[in-house]
């Protein structure tokens, strides 16, 4: 047992952006913290991320935001292209906290990770485990008061031990939600397969980000990085009750992707031949999480393992860093373990609502079928890209990354004894 007057104890699963996020807010308020990262090591790679709008203040907040703006991919904005490569319509990054298809904080999620954990000083990092078992005295008694015993959680390879406050920050197929969870978290798949890549740089590569898009729901994108690579992406349109292309072994995925995007068209070639050297290939196939609570006892999801709004949203990374500052905020409020979970819950969740209510027709008029489709989609790019469709934009749309007030936080906080 904890010993009274000392910090709580807080343990964290997931060492990507949502955990270390909440791990910087909880150590400023005293606790004891600890992430445990089923992977060997701090995962560095992955594509393009970006921040905007509550996620920005967050940053600020943080004390980061400079860090993070330095460490961008640099790249300049979003281009449709043909399949020789011609410019069909072009849009500038965004110079704000939210505009523009290439957000003002475009990062990739590895390095944004690495700034983020570095302003987690004393918290304890523990990769290559994770939980196998939470026992959690507090739901043994839903109608007793919300300050129990802590939870005893057992490792795969540490011994077990006990926490005021279990964190699941894992990813939209979390393991250990389904463990406390079971089925009553659903996902709900978009219909779309992604596989992301890194590939050596070209000269002919630019700053742009570039979208191609090729009949059969294909399209091809490449993005510029700050390490003199290239990063790829192969997207697919599929049924939605395709199976995970996650779930492949390497030798059937590139089977698979050769067999989808061979004749593509534009960069395709390049990165198929890419696929049998690239280390950091990543597949799954999109979805959005539904939860209908985010808590039970001293268990709480946070980020994607709780509301993970898709890669085609935008939103995945701001609702992470919110997140974590609203989880935070709710636990620095009040004594009352549980009061505070349900706090996190009913102040944060219409804004994931929001973030997770995709423009009709999404991620599928991004990746029209038909060549008429396409046609269709480049017509609408042009019009989009002209002075008059980007006075329409900034008349009528009002981005979700907007539509969230941050409470205050004071800047520091005493230790408080474990509950």
Known sequence: MTTPGTPRRALISGASIAGPALAHWLRRDGWQVTIVERAPALRTGGQNVDVRGAGREV??????????????????????????????????AGTDDTGGATAEAEILRGDL?????????????????????????????????????????SFEHAADEEF??????????????????????????LG?????????????????????????????????????TTRALLNSRIDRDAPDIGRLDRDELVAA????????????????????DADDVYSQTIAQ?????????????????????????????????VGAYMLG??????????????????????????????????PGAANPFSRAGIT?????????????????QRMFQRPPADDFTLPPMPERAEARPAA
């Open 192 to 228: 779309l397969q992604c596989t992301f890549l890194t590939i050596p740089r070209t000269e002919d590569d630019d700053r742009w980000w570039r979208w191609y898009n090729a009949p059969g729901g294909r399209s091809v994108t490449l993005r510029p990085d700050n390490h003199g």
């Open 113 to 153: 990770a690495e700034i983020v954990i570095g302003s987690t000083e004393g918290v304890k990092y523990r990769f290559g485990d994770r939980i196998t078992a939470i026992d959690d005295p507090t739901t043994k008694d839903p109608s007793g008061p919300g300050n129990g015993g802590p939870a005893t959680v």
């Open 257 to 276: 992707l050769r067999e989808r995007f061979t004749g593509a068209g534009w960069q395709s070639e390049r990165i198929l031949a890419a696929l049998d």
């Open 376 to 392: 269709a989609l480049n017509t609408v790019m042009r019009i989009a890209a002209s002075p008059f469709g980007r006075a329409l």
């Open 289 to 321: 999480v539904r939860a209908p609570r985010w808590s039970t006892g001293r268990v709480v999801l946070l980020g994607d393992a709780a509301y993970c709004a898709s890669p085609v949203s935008g939103m995945g990374t701001t609702l992470s860093l």
């Open 59 to 92: 940053l600020r907040r943080m004390g980061l935001d400079e860090a993070v703006l330095a460490a961008g991919t640099g790249e300049v904005g979003t281009r449709f292209v043909t399949a020789d490569g011609s410019a069909i319509a072009e849009f500038p």
């Open 164 to 189: 005021e406050l279990v964190v699941i920050a894992e990813g939209l197929r979390s393991t250990t939600r389904r463990m406390v969870f079971g089925a009553e978290v659903q996902l709900r798949p």
């Open 329 to 362: 905020s709710a636990l620095r409020r009040s004594d009352d373990g549980r009061e505070a979970l349900r706090t996190y819950e009913r102040e944060f969740r219409g804004y994931t609502e929001r973030a997770q209510d995709l423009p009709p027709g999404t």
